[in-house]
């Protein structure tokens, strides 16, 4: 059983673009919900993360929009640029749980110029 | 500061061999995971360490894994008698105490079983 589940399973944006990468989750325990964007070679790096007392968070070019009804979050890179093109893993874990992070599968996002 | 540093970057052993993987937290973090990751997957949580102490092993496999996270030097991970399905990316993450759920990720010990 996936508790945390990605998609699209990969992604094309023209340089300029929104990105849009969606992530469900099933345990209602879950209250924080982080990505992480991976190079190759390289470990996972936080992005950006949510709790489910707000509805969206923003940090530059990265919003975080959270559904707490429908047991979903999604990621938005507005402005896509070609050093974006990486893996993102969308995450979730309960606090006080030993902090063990769930990851989805994971996508892959490409910005052409 | 350094970040989250893994050794061996890659490491190659024969079915039957000891892997060794280790890892040195964050200066000033006492937490550290150690998550498995295959080609096409997401990343698997197997082992949760403080220093001295295994906290959640839950994710590891029950026969010829360990982990180790001593009083002074790095945390171990120790794979014995290696198959060829163990060929995985391990990565390991350090926390600090008061954020325990911001995860710092090292670059990981690709380990390939011949």
């Known amino acids: 059983q996936q508790q945390v589940k990605q998609s699209p399973q990969s992604l094309i944006v023209q340089k300029g673009g929104i990105s849009i990468i969606n992530c469900a989750y099933e345990?209602?325990?879950?209250?924080?919900f982080p990505w992480y964007q991976q190079f190759p070679g390289k470990g996972p790096a936080l992005l950006i993360a949510?709790?489910?007392?707000?509805s969206e968070k923003k940090e530059g070019r990265f919003t975080i929009s959270f559904n707490k009804s429908a047991k979903q979050f999604s990621l938005h890179i507005m402005d896509s640029q070609p050093g974006d093109s990486a893996t993102y893993f969308c995450?979730?874990?309960?606090?006080?749980?030993?902090?063990?992070?769930?990851f989805g599968k994971g996508i892959t996002l490409s910005v052409r110029p | 500061n350094a970040g989250v540093m893994q050794n061996p970057r890659h490491l190659v052993r024969r079915r039957g061999q000891e892997a060794r993987l280790r890892c040195s937290p964050m200066?000033?973090?006492?937490?550290v995971y150690w998550y498995r990751q295959l080609p096409e997957e997401g990343l698997k949580f197997m082992v949760y360490?403080?220093?001295?102490?295994?906290?959640?092993e839950s994710g590891m496999p029950k026969e010829r894994f360990s982990a180790e996270f001593p009083k002074e030097g790095p945390s171990i991970l120790r794979i014995q008698q290696v198959v060829r399905g163990d060929s995985a990316a391990y990565f390991c993450?350090?926390?600090?105490?008061?954020?325990?759920?911001?995860?710092?990720f090292g670059s990981g010990t690709q380990l390939s079983v011949l």
């Open positions: 345990n209602t325990a879950f209250d924080y």
């Open positions: 360490l403080q220093k001295e102490n295994i906290i959640d």
């Open positions: 949510i709790r489910p007392d707000v």
């Open positions: 993450a350090s926390s600090p105490p008061d954020t325990r759920e911001k995860l710092f």
């Open positions: 995450a979730a874990s309960i606090s006080g749980a030993n902090s063990k992070l769930t």
């Open positions: 200066k000033g973090h006492s937490h």
